[in-house]
């Protein structure tokens, strides 16, 4: 085990399967990274054709695939702004919204918290410019009420990163998103689908404007516009997999508290445990081949789905036995 000094690394951000073999080298392999938030069973996209390929982005092909998103959203299209990934839209609102005091609650994704350092902004816990919220939040699943965000909205920008919140739509503020509340939406985690790199800002029609302007007249590939167009259509997916999810959550919870983890917390596509020796069973699920994500937080750990039946039984073989 002293091949991981330090777990700083792991702790950024999960998807380090690559970091984790290269100190691990010994492990078995493929690794089995449940570090991450994304659907196990993706969807089963189409490919874009070779000549979908061999030519730019029509502005038409972006128009329907923000509309069959802003369907799904029930929002209105107008309102729905295509990016290369949640990722890149977080970094640039910001600098659209030139505020310059933010409130940003820990724990949560730390891509907010560089965004805004990175564009001048001061954080306050209170009396801020704008308020961003990742809703529900990662890593705890916490949720923060309608009301809540709807009422600060009438007083300052309002940012809602809903990337986990396919599976439970109910939670979901998209349709209301207009003036200073802004909301965005992830495609890859609920359609297990993160290499594509598809994203959406759900804003009043002029913001969404400015975010179409930012990213150019081409701001999606021809994947993500295959993937995405069949994607938010496809209605009957949508619930098989919202069902699957919430039946997988359970059964990865029985498995955490029969090896002895606490559940305190998580989504139906992540659960958060609490163990009292957190590092040693991140140490000994990574040199079984298991990766998952630790946290500065002491005794924190994040488990993804597991999908194939042969990943379920490699975890439980994994956990350890016998704990107290």
Known sequence: MSAIPDLGLFRRHGGRVGLAAALLPEAPRPWLDLSTGINPV????????????????????????????????????????????????????????RARLVTIAEPTYGGHIEAWRAAGAELREADADAWVVVNPNNPDGRLTPPEALLGAAKRQWVVIDEAFADPCPASSLASQARGRLIVLRSFGKFYGLPGVRLGFVVADPALAREVRRAFGDWPVAAEALAAGRAAYADGAWRLRTQERLARDRLRLDRLLTWAGLEIVGGTDLFRLARAHDAEAVFLGLAAAGVLCRPFNEPGLLRFGLPGPRRDWHRLGAALPKGRP
């Open 42 to 97: 993706p969807y089963p996209t189409p490919r874009p054709t070779r000549a979908d390929l061999a030519r730019l982005p029509d502005p038409e092909a972006i128009a329907e695939l923000e509309a069959a998103a802003a369907a799904a959203f029930g929002a209105e299209p107008a309102r729905v702004a295509a990016t290369p990934g949640t990722e890149a839209a977080l970094r640039l609102l910001p600098r659209l919204l």
